[in-house]
Structures are given as C-alpha cells and as structure tokens.
C-alpha cells in the first residue's frame, strides 16, 4: 500500500512559479514510475510528466519545457517545478505512483490556480 501526499499548490499569476511536491510512504519508492496528471473542471486527467525509477522523464506536449520533474529517492518525494504558469494551467493536480506490478496509486490532489 502506497500513501501519497502533495502539496505546494496555491493561488499565483500568470507567469509565476510554483513547486509542487508530493511524499510518498509505504512501498518501495525508488522502484516505482512517478507521475504527475491534471485535470481542470470539465475535462480529462491529463498527463504532465512522468519519471521512471531510474530518472527518465516525460512531458504533456502542453508543457514545452517550462515544468521540470524531478524525485528525491532519499526522502521519497517527488516533485514539480512550474514556471511561466498560465492560465490554462488551473487545474486540480494529481501525484500517482506506479509500481513494478503497474499498479497505480494517486494522491488526494492539489489545486493550482493561475490568475491572468
């Protein structure tokens, strides 16, 4: 059983910068995929990025280099460095965790707000 907890979500204006972070507890952190997903009211969760266990990343199209993901395996953290945020960007997110079994887990979320 995999606990996930984010935090660093807030209320900021276009064009500034938020760190997302989500701990994790229970499990085998550094062997599991990390991820990071969104979703704004109306739509579907989308992918943001992604890091495997052994640093590979990814990214939604939508991001163009302004996210960063990046995990701490020492303290069982992973996290989302946001800059240049948008607008479109509103959106509750999400930490999931996905294990050697493809077994997911997600956190309980964390809004982020972007005034224009």
């Known amino acids: 059983q995999v606990q996930l907890v984010e935090s660093g979500g807030g209320l900021v204006q276009a064009g500034d910068s938020l760190r997302l972070s989500c701990a994790a507890s229970?499990?085998?952190?550094?062997?599991?995929?990390m991820s990071w997903f969104r979703q704004a009211p109306g739509k579907q969760r989308e992918l943001v990025a992604g890091i495997t266990s052994g640093g590979s990343t990814n990214y939604g199209d939508f991001v163009k280099s302004r996210f960063t993901i990046s995990r701490d395996n020492a303290k069982n953290t992973v996290y989302l460095q946001m800059n240049s945020l948008k607008p479109e960007d509103t959106a509750v997110y999400y930490c999931?965790?996905?294990?050697?079994?493809?077994?997911?887990?997600w956190g309980q979320g964390t809004q982020v707000t972007v005034s224009s």
């Open positions: 229970g499990g085998t952190f550094s062997r599991n995929r």
């Open positions: 999931a965790a996905i294990t050697i079994g493809s077994y997911t887990y």
